[in-house]
């Protein structure tokens, strides 16, 4: 019996040991968060283009739906004068694609329902073009906004 005790306490002293570090290994992760911080600040065109990409998956799903489509948000037009993380990336064809963009996106409004799909796919066509000379990473997901 007093053998049992022992092994019980024991058992009880490793569970707890094991939580205690994992706690620890969690406070850890948590200190780190501060010095790397600066790594997920967000540009004003990034936070644009967050917007543009829901903003346009909302209408495709109302285009899918055969719904009526959100007007054209003005906001897009930041596109032309918000700050990027990288000022490398405002070379001499990101206004020409902004505006090919901006012309595409308010299109869409403009044309009969039957036409939005392809007019729709038209703007992704024009976020992926710009893209495909500048920040390539989201293009994948950009892809995803296509209306098949
Ligand atoms: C005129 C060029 C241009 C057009 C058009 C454009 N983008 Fe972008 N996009 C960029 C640039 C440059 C960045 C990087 C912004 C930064 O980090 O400051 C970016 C970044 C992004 C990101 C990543 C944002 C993040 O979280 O860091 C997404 C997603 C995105 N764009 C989606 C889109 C979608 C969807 C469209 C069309 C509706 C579009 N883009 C049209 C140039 C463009």
């Given at each position: 019996?007093k053998n049992?005790?022992s092994?019980v306490?024991l058992f009880?002293?490793?569970?707890?040991?094991?939580?205690?570090?994992?706690?620890k290994?969690?406070?850890?992760?948590?200190?780190?968060?501060p010095?790397?911080f600066?790594m997920y600040k967000?540009?004003?065109?990034?936070?644009l283009?967050?917007?543009?990409?829901v903003?346009?998956?909302?209408v495709?799903k109302?285009?899918i739906?055969?719904?009526e489509?959100?007007d054209?948000?003005k906001?897009y037009?930041?596109i032309?004068t918000?700050?990027l993380?990288?000022?490398?990336?405002?070379?001499d064809?990101?206004?020409?694609f902004?505006t090919?963009?901006i012309?595409a996106q308010k299109?869409?409004?403009?044309?009969s329902?039957?036409?939005?799909k392809?007019?729709?796919?038209?703007?992704?066509?024009?976020c992926?073009?710009?893209h495909k000379?500048r920040?390539?990473g989201?293009?994948?997901r950009?892809?995803k906004?296509?209306i098949?």
């Amino acid at each position: 019996m007093k053998n049992n005790i022992s092994i019980v306490l024991l058992f009880c002293f490793l569970v707890m040991g094991c939580e205690a570090k994992k706690t620890k290994r969690q406070i850890k992760i948590i200190d780190k968060i501060p010095a790397s911080f600066k790594m997920y600040k967000t540009s004003e065109m990034a936070n644009l283009m967050r917007l543009m990409y829901v903003g346009n998956m909302q209408v495709r799903k109302q285009i899918i739906e055969g719904k009526e489509i959100t007007d054209f948000n003005k906001a897009y037009l930041k596109i032309h004068t918000a700050k990027l993380t990288d000022v490398s990336d405002l070379d001499d064809t990101f206004a020409t694609f902004a505006t090919f963009f901006i012309d595409a996106q308010k299109n869409l409004n403009q044309v009969s329902k039957d036409t939005r799909k392809r007019e729709f796919n038209k703007i992704v066509a024009a976020c992926i073009a710009c893209h495909k000379d500048r920040c390539t990473g989201p293009i994948p997901r950009i892809k995803k906004l296509i209306i098949p």
